[in-house]
């Protein structure tokens, strides 16, 4: 259950938007099965450190190393300099068991440049080490002085719990890597196996009540928790407390015996370690190989893919490995081995082992793709009829809203620095926004599967905008391509009616159904964003050419956007959004007005570097010096009205 989640939720997050806390059920199942070992030897006195760091050699380093190695020869293969040289700073983190302190200090773990970082998941597998380098030693120490068990654990639990929901809201990175803020989920483990070990068994009524209640608990987990969410905080104590209340209720429980023992569930048991290893590596090098989000079909390929790989590692790896009848000699080859890819991390990360492929300069083409940095680091969630949306407070009265899709969340940056400016007097901001979901009420986008939230997200966003602390109401999206002649998409269903995009009647359905939406804030200040230039010629992958698999080179003519011919083909659809602005008293803002001159529109900046990381979507560094155009919207009220009186 645990490393299924995980696994469909890094493929294909909207089917299981809360999927990332099988990371923390397999912290409770880790803390578990250990301290089982531990206090059973402690008990027959026949508990050793060493022997106990032993075995975790065994059972760790195998399919760590096979899986690092792999890792590292397949980036050799396809990564750039500064990529490689990155992986080989992860490679010589995750072989020391201190990944989730490197990738503390580079960023967090639900940004875009996430997915190209191949070993980001062995952030866990540091978590879990260095839990074991001081539990194993608690356990010695209450044993052998007779201390209370529950007492020290609840001790160092509540320790735990506190600096993690201290740290969650003002530093969610920080509460998310450090060990500290973990702990306490570990040891959730370590108590229930106590509690089997040393006390009376539950009745069978209350077993029966604990394995429905942890499934009811890891169900409203895997529902309602969102990578938006201060996470971990409370909310981690729902998969927790599912997981523990299905361990405390044995193997005879109903969900126990007639989900998890069966024997899928076991066999996906058996190969969850491998299984664990082997996904994100693949995910990962597909985002970076087609410099995109894979498609169905590549993901699903790279996961079954995943779960070959993990029952060959089990079978001709871990299993073999366990027969050996000279332990010693295992334990100290595997040490060699992870001292080695230490060694080899090391020499890529500082340059003196190269990547395969030369560049030939076109690595600054490569880089700008998945560049983003929406939330930022100053945004905290804010939830909103149970949707997630993002704030940033500002210094000065008023709160500005604003609606739309991925084309205003590349606007974050650009907000995130205006109103964290030392000298900054600006309203508050509130993105109730959702990639991909158009801010026209009743116009779904397809497949449903895929944006199962577009139309709850849409409706509590106006009622957001519609609140009465709200004055101030900034609309955008991609209006163009959701108006192309040729997108099969969108959805237009209001409950009566129904049509399909392209559909001349669909598409007037949507016009007036965002009209009747902007009419619906009356008394607001409104601002109506038109779709900044687009197109092939501001896609970094147009800009190269080759394959990473061979080599890549710049193109040898990188022609700007022609603006003119660009607002020729937009008419329509740009002559539509004005004349409902006009309509309904918004301010339009055009932002090829600031970003184009003399009928030409950039697509590099002065140093040749990508101004986009897509076709339509900003880069971080372009949208924080760009899109001033967006500052009048900015200004509390109260300021704006001063500066335009006579």
Same mark, same amino acid.
């Not at 073999?320 to 890529?348: D, E, F, H, T, W």
């Not at 149970?386 to 704030?391: C, S, T």
């Not at 084309?407 to 990639?435: C, K, M, N, R």
């Not at 600031?594 to 560094?621: A, E, K, N, Q």
């Given at each position: 259950?645990?490393?299924?989640?995980?696994?469909?939720?890094?493929?294909?997050?909207?089917?299981?938007?809360?999927?990332?806390?099988?990371?923390?059920?397999?912290?409770?199942?880790?803390?578990?099965?250990?301290?089982?070992?531990?206090?059973?030897?402690?008990?027959?006195?026949?508990?050793?450190?060493? /022997?106990?760091?032993?075995?975790?050699?065994?059972?760790?380093?195998?399919?760590?190393?096979?899986?690092?190695?792999?890792?590292?020869?397949?980036?050799?293969?396809?990564?750039?300099?500064?990529?490689?040289?990155?992986?080989?700073?992860?490679?010589?983190?995750?072989?020391?068991?201190?990944?989730?302190?490197?990738?503390?200090?580079?960023?967090?773990?639900?940004?875009?440049?996430?997915?190209?970082?191949?070993?980001?998941?062995?952030?866990?597998?540091?978590?879990?080490?260095?839990?074991?380098?001081?539990?194993?030693?608690?356990?010695?120490?209450?044993?052998?002085?007779?201390? $209370? !068990?529950?007492?020290?654990?609840?001790?160092?639990? %509540?320790?735990?719990?506190?600096? $993690?929901?201290?740290?969650?809201?003002?530093?969610?990175?920080?509460?998310?890597?450090?060990?500290?803020?973990?702990?306490?989920?570990?040891?959730?483990?370590?108590?229930?196996? #106590?509690?089997?070990?040393?006390?009376?068994?539950?009745?069978?009524?209350?077993?029966?009540?604990?394995?429905?209640?942890?499934?009811?608990?890891?169900?409203?987990?895997?529902?309602?928790?969102?990578?938006?969410?201060?996470?971990?905080?409370?909310?981690?104590?729902?998969?927790?407390?599912?997981?523990?209340?299905?361990?405390?209720?044995?193997?005879?429980?109903?969900?126990?015996?007639?989900?998890?023992?069966?024997?899928?569930?076991?066999?996906?048991?058996?190969?969850?370690?491998?299984?664990?290893?082997?996904?994100?590596?693949?995910?990962?090098?597909?985002?970076?190989?087609?410099?995109?989000?894979?498609? #169905?079909?590549?993901?699903?390929?790279?996961?079954?893919?995943?779960?070959?790989?993990?029952?060959?590692?089990?079978?001709?790896?871990?299993?073999?490995?366990?027969?050996?009848?000279?332990?010693?000699?295992?334990?100290?080859?595997?040490?060699?081995?992870?001292?080695?890819?230490?060694?080899?991390?090391?020499?890529?990360?500082?340059?003196?082992?190269?990547?395969?492929?030369?560049?030939?300069?076109?690595?600054?083409?490569?880089?700008?793709?998945?560049?983003?940095?929406?939330?930022?680091?100053?945004?905290?969630?804010?939830?909103?009829?149970?949707?997630?949306?993002?704030?940033?407070?500002?210094?000065?009265?008023?709160?500005?809203?604003?609606?739309?899709?991925?084309?205003?969340?590349?606007?974050?940056?650009?907000?995130?620095?205006?109103?964290?400016?030392?000298?900054?007097?600006?309203?508050?901001?509130?993105?109730?926004?959702?990639?991909? %979901?158009?801010?026209?009420?009743?116009?779904?986008?397809?497949?449903?599967?895929?944006?199962?939230? %577009?139309?709850?997200?849409?409706?509590?966003?106006? /009622?957001?905008?519609?609140?009465?602390?709200? /004055?101030?109401?900034?609309?955008?999206?991609?209006?163009?391509?959701?108006?192309?002649?040729? $997108?099969?998409?969108?959805?237009? $269903?209001?409950?009566?009616?129904?049509?399909?995009?392209?559909?001349?009647?669909?598409?007037?359905?949507? #016009?007036?159904?965002?009209?009747?939406?902007?009419?619906?804030?009356?008394?607001?200040?409104?601002?109506?964003?038109?779709?900044?230039?687009?197109?092939?010629?501001?896609?970094?992958?147009?800009?190269?050419?080759?394959?990473? !698999?061979?080599?890549?080179?710049?193109?040898?003519?990188?022609?700007?956007?022609?603006?003119?011919?660009?607002?020729?083909?937009?008419?329509?659809?740009?002559?539509?959004?004005?004349?409902?602005?006009?309509?309904?008293?918004?301010?339009?803002?055009?932002?090829?007005?600031?970003? %184009?001159?003399?009928?030409?529109?950039?697509?590099? /900046?002065?140093?040749?570097?990508?101004?986009?990381?897509?076709?339509?979507?900003?880069?971080?560094?372009?949208?924080?010096?760009?899109?001033?155009?967006?500052?009048?919207?900015?200004?509390?009220?109260?300021?704006?009205?001063?500066?335009?009186?006579?």
């Amino acid at each position: 259950m645990a490393v299924l989640a995980v696994v469909l939720y890094h493929a294909w997050p909207a089917w299981i938007p809360g999927g990332f806390i099988g990371v923390d059920i397999f912290f409770v199942i880790s803390g578990y099965l250990i301290s089982v070992i531990i206090m059973s030897q402690l008990v027959s006195g026949s508990f050793s450190l060493a /022997d106990f760091y032993a075995r975790r050699v065994r059972r760790i380093f195998p399919a760590l190393l096979l899986v690092m190695l792999a890792t590292a020869v397949f980036g050799w293969t396809v990564l750039l300099q500064g990529e490689f040289r990155q992986l080989g700073r992860h490679t010589a983190a995750g072989s020391g068991f201190v990944s989730n302190l490197v990738l503390w200090q580079e960023a967090g773990y639900f940004d875009n440049a996430a997915t190209t970082k191949p070993l980001l998941h062995l952030w866990s597998l540091g978590v879990e080490e260095q839990f074991y380098l001081l539990w194993p030693l608690i356990l010695w120490l209450v044993f052998r002085r007779h201390f $209370n !068990f529950l007492l020290v654990t609840a001790l160092i639990f %509540c320790a735990s719990m506190a600096l $993690n929901l201290a740290t969650v809201q003002g530093d969610p990175t920080s509460a998310f890597y450090s060990p500290a803020t973990r702990f306490w989920e570990l040891m959730s483990g370590g108590i229930a196996a #106590y509690l089997q070990l040393h006390h009376a068994p539950w009745s069978t009524r209350l077993q029966r009540w604990a394995s429905w209640g942890g499934g009811a608990l890891l169900a409203l987990g895997f529902a309602l928790i969102k990578a938006q969410l201060p996470f971990p905080g409370w909310w981690a104590v729902l998969p927790v407390s599912g997981a523990f209340l299905l361990i405390m209720a044995g193997p005879a429980a109903p969900l126990n015996a007639r989900l998890l023992g069966a024997r899928p569930a076991v066999w996906i048991g058996l190969i969850s370690y491998p299984l664990y290893l082997w996904h994100w590596p693949l995910l990962a090098y597909g985002f970076i190989v087609y410099g995109e989000k894979p498609s #169905y079909s590549v993901k699903l390929a790279l996961v079954g893919a995943a779960f070959v790989l993990a029952t060959l590692t089990y079978r001709m790896l871990e299993l073999p490995l366990r027969r050996v009848a000279n332990k010693r000699a295992v334990v100290q080859q595997l040490a060699i081995g992870m001292v080695a890819m230490v060694s080899l991390g090391g020499l890529a990360a500082s340059g003196l082992l190269r990547e395969r492929i030369n560049a030939h300069g076109a690595d600054v083409f490569v880089n700008a793709l998945n560049d983003s940095a929406y939330p930022g680091p100053a945004f905290t969630p804010l939830r909103h009829q149970n949707i997630v949306f993002q704030q940033v407070p500002g210094r000065g009265a008023g709160l500005t809203v604003f609606l739309g899709d991925s084309v205003v969340q590349h606007y974050g940056p650009y907000i995130e620095q205006a109103l964290t400016a030392p000298q900054a007097h600006t309203s508050s901001v509130i993105f109730a926004t959702a990639g991909g %979901c158009p801010p026209i009420p009743h116009t779904v986008k397809l497949p449903r599967v895929q944006y199962p939230l %577009c139309p709850a997200t849409v409706e509590a966003a106006y /009622d957001l905008a519609r609140s009465a602390r709200t /004055d101030t109401v900034v609309i955008g999206a991609a209006w163009q391509g959701y108006f192309a002649a040729d $997108n099969q998409l969108l959805l237009y $269903n209001d409950g009566q009616r129904q049509a399909s995009f392209p559909g001349r009647d669909a598409m007037e359905l949507a #016009y007036q159904s965002l009209e009747d939406g902007l009419r619906s804030l009356h008394g607001k200040r409104l601002f109506l964003v038109l779709q900044p230039p687009s197109g092939n010629a501001y896609d970094p992958r147009n800009m190269y050419a080759g394959s990473r !698999f061979d080599s890549i080179h710049p193109r040898a003519v990188i022609p700007e956007l022609d603006y003119a011919r660009y607002l020729r083909d937009n008419a329509a659809v740009r002559t539509r959004l004005q004349q409902i602005a006009a309509r309904t008293g918004a301010q339009v803002i055009d932002p090829g007005a600031t970003l %184009c001159h003399d009928g030409v529109c950039p697509v590099r /900046d002065s140093d040749g570097r990508p101004l986009y990381t897509d076709g339509i979507h900003m880069r971080p560094f372009y949208s924080r010096r760009a899109a001033t155009f967006l500052a009048p919207a900015l200004v509390p009220p109260a300021a704006a009205v001063a500066a335009t009186a006579p």
